[in-house]
């Protein structure tokens, strides 16, 4: 098992490259103009981005809390509740819910603040604030929620929506 001492930073160093690798892509799929365009999981572009940006929204309340967790709130689409343990369907639809009419500008510079405020509180904690297990985090730590930012940005959306981006990439944009 890795030290907690080495594992903060390289945590952290993974989550620059992923903010990296995302500015990346968003950047390709605005420049193909396929912010819009349906993906193999039937969202857009900007609603997969609302949907990363709305839980980077409970990572932030989490670190905006630390580290002792007063005033823990979670965002208005939660129900204020912490919704990690609510139903995945019914969380995603208030996601979408309340993204609903935003432009790609507004989703997208959502998403860009929000990931650069999760950098920027993180890199500001100490080790032990982030290694040391919380009682209002169920025993986990600030470095377990960082990690599930990044496994959530990076595991379970980057890898299929950069195949669906390489995939989009010879197409001709469409334009009406």
Do not use: C, K
């Amino acid at each position: 098992m890795t030290a907690p001492h080495v594992l903060a930073p390289r945590v952290l160093a993974e989550l620059r490259r992923e903010f990296q690798a995302w500015q990346a892509m968003n950047a390709q799929a605005e420049r193909l103009h396929l912010t819009e365009t349906r993906m193999q999981n039937a969202w857009t572009w900007r609603e997969l981005l609302a949907h990363l940006t709305a839980w980077q929204e409970v990572t932030l309340a989490r670190l905006r809390a630390a580290p002792d967790g007063a005033g823990l709130t979670y965002p208005a689409w939660a129900g204020r509740q912490n919704p990690d343990g609510q139903d995945l369907n019914t969380v995603n639809a208030r996601i979408q819910a309340a993204a609903q009419g935003q432009s790609w500008q507004q989703s997208h510079a959502a998403w860009e603040h929000g990931f650069a405020e999760v950098l920027e509180r993180a890199q500001a904690l100490s080790e032990d604030d982030l290694t040391r297990p919380r009682a209002w985090l169920d025993g986990y730590t600030l470095l377990d929620v960082l990690r599930g930012t990044l496994a959530h940005h990076r595991e379970e959306h980057r890898l299929g929506a950069q195949r669906w981006l390489d995939s989009q990439a010879g197409r001709a944009p469409v334009t009406f």
